[in-house]
């Protein structure tokens, strides 16, 4: 990986983190409110190359950690939120998704942001931080490691407890400026793609930049186990299970797990249910720059 001074979804058993200068890491930073940005929770991958699509960007992020790859030559853009599930599988995943777009591009470099985690008890960021840096540092390709604010280098104290210094950022297409964000619209199909997450699965793209269409499933789970007593337990319970940093969490962390569940409870098995004719749900842009469903599938 040389240093230099598309987006995909999944997550096994645990909670989604529902996504070059970052300026001040502890300024207040900026709420992404471009019409209808392309946000992505833990897993899912967006790679982009221009067209409709102008930001991307992914927050809620505790020990998990952002990685924004991009091609400096036409500019194919992807970002991932990475948990650590199988960041072996990831990495190549991400770099198979730009090099689609810039196989014929002979100028350019690849340029690699890595943002996300802090100094946690159980030192799940720093386990991710290194399996990052090294799987990028084992590919073929010449990479440039441009921005690197993860861990201990984005961990703050207060009390006696550590925190995130930034939880999210996102990442202008057509800039490649990228800065600290929070998103209020999450985008199409939220609780179904928050539930595909919980479920557990491997890292997906959701995004099809060829097409300029968002593309969600079909997927398919099993019915997740002990859905009744997960819903029936008080808030320090849910916290302290099914998060890897129960201390660190947003404060609606809680509130999304529970319609989360809810959502898995309703739908124990999506199939036919949730994707008519067991198709992707499709949507695009509108004049309005706002998603906009355009079919069941084909």
């Not at 008519?276 to 509108?286: C, E």
Request: overall charge negative; hydrophobic content about 35%.
């Amino acid at each position: 990986m040389g240093g230099s001074g598309q987006g995909g979804e999944g997550r096994g058993g645990r909670l989604p983190r529902p996504g070059s200068g970052l300026g001040n890491a502890a300024a207040g930073g900026r709420a992404a409110s471009t019409a209808a940005p392309l946000r992505c929770r833990a897993g899912p991958r967006a790679p982009v190359a221009g067209g409709s699509i102008s930001i991307l960007g992914s927050d809620d992020a505790t020990t998990c950690h952002i990685v924004v790859l991009r091609h400096t030559g036409n500019g194919a853009t992807c970002l991932t939120h990475c948990d650590g599930t199988d960041t072996k599988a990831e990495v190549p995943l991400i770099m198979s998704a730009i090099k689609s777009f810039s196989d014929h591009t002979e100028c350019g470099r690849l340029e690699v942001h890595l943002v996300g985690g802090f100094s946690d008890d159980r030192q799940l960021s720093q386990k991710l931080t290194h399996q990052l840096l090294s799987e990028f540092d084992k590919q073929d390709d010449d990479i440039h490691l441009v921005t690197l604010c993860v861990t201990e280098l984005n961990d703050r104290e207060e009390n006696e407890n550590h925190f995130p210094i930034i939880y999210g950022i996102a990442v202008n297409i057509k800039t490649a400026e990228i800065y600290r964000a929070s998103f209020q619209d999450h985008g199409p199909e939220e609780q179904l793609r928050a539930a595909r997450a919980l479920a557990g699965g491997p890292m997906i793209s959701i995004y099809d930049a060829k097409t300029e269409q968002l593309r969600i499933g079909p997927y398919s789970w099993t019915p997740f186990p002990h859905v009744d007593f997960w819903l029936q337990q008080d808030d320090k319970q849910i916290l302290e299970n099914l998060s890897t940093s129960p201390l660190a969490e947003p404060p609606h962390f809680v509130e999304h797990i529970r319609s989360t569940l809810m959502f898995l409870k309703r739908f124990p098995s999506p199939a036919n249910i949730l994707f008519p004719g067991n198709k992707a749900l499709l949507y695009k842009k509108n004049e309005d720059g706002l998603w906009e469903k355009i079919s069941p599938g084909n």
